[in-house]
């Protein structure tokens, strides 16, 4: 439809065009001020100064740039989720993936944590697998428990996620307690999702699992199409709906572990970018993947200079300032339900 993807481009490049406002904002305005002048010529290495050098590529560039990539990552992790449980309500926050991949990068942050303080490599590489075993296994409880007469039940999967999510956020809470002081306060601060010590080392390591996993969704797009569709319909269609539902949900359980691991527990940007995307360019996946993946990127950068600025000296993290967003969203779009 020519004209479905014209509106699909229009509505795209408005979004990158936000992205690059809240992006330049970020960049130039904080407790230290900087002119436009001041970062172009810190960017293009002209006449660097020492100063805009330390707070440009040390403190808000890679801050923007993991605010970015975690965004993008949620919202299309979010979108696949939605689309394979047929369930609008379904995030990863919610559904308890969040939790579970916070749990295990908790774990191992209470058993190594001096490694985790240090940035070390061992550390940035291994917490992106404790969280996917994390995810994987609230994944499975989540499937074991809301499976019913054969099929994946929509709304015990909300009601099944909300209870798991809770208990390993529970057992979370557990093991930042008995960590040391220093770590307990790490822990806290992550936990509520956050990404004030972000650095080069953090997007390093999780670049490559969005790199890899984010081209394997888009790839599944019209699978997701489908999926919509009875399980009946899509079966007679020839398409081994099991198979591919594994592989779109093994990929967006990935991409929220690397996401976890570097930005804590960010609720409801994979709950509310998709239904944004949806209201503004329709249900075919093609154009809803990608939109929605810019949508939750706009909202992590715009939500992190909220809560590094508007509450200064304090700085709010940024899943706290989604969340005032998000929960009345969230009643939102139970209200429309039920409905």
């Given amino acids: 439809m020519p004209n479905q993807k014209g509106k699909f481009r229009l509505l795209f490049l408005v979004n ?5 406002l809240a992006i330049y904002t970020s960049l130039t305005n904080g ?3 900087m002119t436009v002048l001041d970062v172009i010529r810190t960017l293009l290495r002209i006449d660097p100064v020492a100063e805009y050098d330390l707070v440009i590529f040390d403190f808000r560039l890679p801050r923007i740039v993991i605010a970015a990539l975690v965004g993008f990552g949620l919202g299309v992790a979010g979108t696949v989720i939605q689309g394979i449980t047929r369930n609008g309500l379904a995030d990863p926050g919610i559904l308890g993936i969040n939790a579970g991949a916070g749990a295990a990068i908790v774990a191992f942050m209470f058993f190594f944590g001096g490694q985790f303080m240090d940035a070390s490599w061992y550390s940035i590489i291994a917490m992106p697998l404790f969280g996917l075993t994390g995810g994987l296994l609230a994944a499975g409880l989540i499937y074991l428990f809301a499976w019913r007469n054969g099929a994946l039940d929509p709304q015990r999967l909300i009601l099944v996620g909300i209870a798991i999510g809770s208990g390993l956020g ?11 002081p220093n770590d307990f ?3 806290t601060v992550w936990l509520s999702g956050s990404i004030w010590s972000a650095n080069w080392t953090h997007i390093a390591g999780m670049l490559p699992w969005l790199v890899i996993l984010i081209p394997v969704l ?17 079966k007679n269609l020839g398409v081994s709906v099991e198979k591919e539902r594994n592989i779109l949900l093994l990929s967006s359980i990935g991409i929220v572990s ?3 691991s570097v930005s804590g527990g960010i609720g409801f940007v994979g709950l509310m970018a998709p239904h944004i995307a949806k209201r503004l360019t329709g249900i075919q ?4 993947l990608p939109l929605s993946g810019t949508i939750g990127m706009l909202m992590v950068v715009v939500a992190d200079f909220i809560g590094k600025t508007v509450f200064t000296p304090i700085e709010l993290p940024v899943g706290i300032v989604i969340s005032i967003i998000g929960v009345p969203y969230f009643f939102y779009l139970l209200s429309r339900r039920k409905k």
């Fill in 185 to 187: 306060e790490m822990a």
């Fill in 170 to 180: 529970a057992v979370s809470l557990y093991l930042s307690l008995k960590m040391n």
């Fill in 285 to 288: 996946h093609r154009y809803v």
């Fill in 31 to 33: 407790v230290f001020d």
């Fill in 258 to 260: 690397a996401c976890v």
């Fill in 16 to 20: 990158i065009a936000l992205i690059l």
């Fill in 218 to 234: 888009m790839r599944k797009v019209y699978i997701l199409d489908l999926l919509q569709l009875s399980e009946e319909s899509v």
